[in-house]
């Protein structure tokens, strides 16, 4: 595997899934693999789960991990070609991505969208130069558009709780003071239309998503109506993707936040939420706090997606 940014660069779902959860019995057991090989993790943005979770993989494999915060101690770096660079960026990306990529075997990528041209962002300027120029396979540790290792966690997580064999879905959009990008809902969607699920997808009016992620899913714009009979429910926040709203808030509705209300629409469903998430605006602490939230080994199988991708690109060196 030489890059991770989608669902599609794992090939067979299940076979991935079946793999990660192999590695989760013994995740150890490829320590040879990434002896005398080195991750460098860049992070453009700030992160707990991810930094942890991928670093922790990486020693899991054997790995030397080496961690970049681009904006804290490193060069500020101009990531557009033809600046005249007579402003506060020091270094253009041009010459640090492979610089980056002359001191390590694998890289992983995190780089948000910043909400300020839409084509910049869905066309993945940062991770796609990251793909292009550094020489080494690359994967997403959250991007413009995706979070391709979030929501592989997502799915072996959804395959360790499942009570059938075709759980229903429900990915909700929530209630959030901040602009969030669509990457995780993106992700999300990407990963449950490939799986074996009944998946709907459920907002208010104006947070309609790119239909490359929704693809045939079923969206619902009644938040109790889609919650009926769920055996998960996935909520996140996420701003606007349409023009001419790309990026804004349209909305701060708290009927839309999980409680325990909405739960008891569902089959018992399980809670889960990418993590961090705001309390009493995406989730009720009750909701949170009960026995059907899942967050934390969701949370948990971070380290599970992030040392089965960094595996099979370890695999693809040899
Ligand atoms: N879910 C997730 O990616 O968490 P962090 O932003 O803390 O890495």
Redesign the pocket.
Known sequence: MRTYTNVKDLGDLKAAVSEALEIKKNRFAYKSLGENKTLLMVFFN??????LSTQKAGMNLGMNTMVLDINQGAWKLETERGVIMDGDKSEHILEAIPVMGSYCDIIGVRAFAQFENKEDDYQEKILNQFIQYSGKPVFSM?AATG?PL?AFADLITIEEYKRTSRPKVVMTWAPHPKALPQAVPNSFADFMNEADVDFVITHPQGYELDPKFVRGAVVEYDQDKALAGADFVYAKNWAAYADPNYGKILSKDMSWTITSQKMALTNNAYFMH???VRRNMIVSDDVIESPQSIVIPEAANREISAQTVIKRMLESLT
């Open positions: 700030s992160s707990l789960r991810t930094r959250e979070h979030q990418c993590l961090p």
